[in-house]
């Protein structure tokens, strides 16, 4: 058995045992195998496995690796999980089937226009600044509701939830709480968050997406 796909089973182990030992009720999350800078022939053992979702963060990058695999492999989800470019947002539409990191009005309104040009709807998740780090991307909390509401009704965009990036300190559950918060404040139904150093924390607090790249495929190239 290749490591990639040991490595996933073993992880898939892992939070069952978590949610088995859970006194709350916690439901499996997706879990995105972040493939960004690693070969196909690492990421073909997971597809021939029935693994659905995989994560990239660059766009070009994704349809090098992407575009003929898809083809042949139509059921696959493709998560763009770095930050997009407006530029790059035509590219991102036509191969992607979700897109976790819309933070600024002006993305909304291009993948808007894209959309309808391609006739084509991405799932979207809002990028949250948890930590409200300056030098980081997302919107803050204090304008989430403002900003929501400008996609939903001004764009008609899908949006199914939000992602963060929280910051690397000892308050990763609080994080987590603001963001679980957050979503249930506004009805939504996803939560991207938690990656390979915290995702049974990020489960905890309702994560229903993972970002996992290191712990499934080693070292990033």
């Not at 499996?28 to 690693?38: D, E, G, L, M």
């Not at 990058?61 to 059921?75: L, S, V, Y």
């Not at 040009?117 to 979207?124: A, H």
């Not at 764009?155 to 990036?165: A, D, E, H, K, Q």
Request: net charge positive; charged share 25%.
């Amino acid at each position: 058995m290749h490591n990639s796909l040991n490595n996933l089973i073993e992880i898939e182990k892992e939070i069952q045992l978590k949610i088995n030992q859970s006194k709350n009720s916690i439901n499996f999350p997706k879990i995105i195998a972040v493939s960004k800078t690693h070969p196909m022939s690492s990421i073909l053992p997971l597809i021939n496995n029935g693994h659905l979702d995989y994560g990239e963060n660059k766009v070009q990058e994704a349809i090098d690796k992407w575009t003929n695999i898809k083809a042949d492999f139509n059921h696959l989800n493709l998560h763009m999980i770095g930050k997009l470019q407006s530029n790059k947002v035509k590219q991102a539409i036509q191969l992607f089937d979700y897109i976790h990191s819309l933070d600024n009005l002006k993305l909304a309104e291009k993948i808007s226009n894209e959309q309808v040009k391609q006739n084509k709807k991405i799932k979207l998740f809002i990028q949250i600044n948890i930590g409200d780090e300056p030098q980081k991307s997302g919107v803050s909390i204090l304008n989430i509701d403002e900003f929501y509401k400008k996609c939903i009704e001004d764009f008609r965009l899908n949006i199914i939830g939000f992602m963060c990036l929280p910051p690397n300190d000892n308050n990763i559950s609080t994080y987590f709480l603001k963001m679980k918060n957050l979503k249930d404040k506004l009805n939504l139904s996803e939560l991207s968050m938690g990656m390979s150093n915290d995702y049974l924390e990020a489960i905890k607090f309702q994560s229903t997406y993972i970002r996992v790249g290191s712990k499934i495929f080693g070292q990033r190239n």
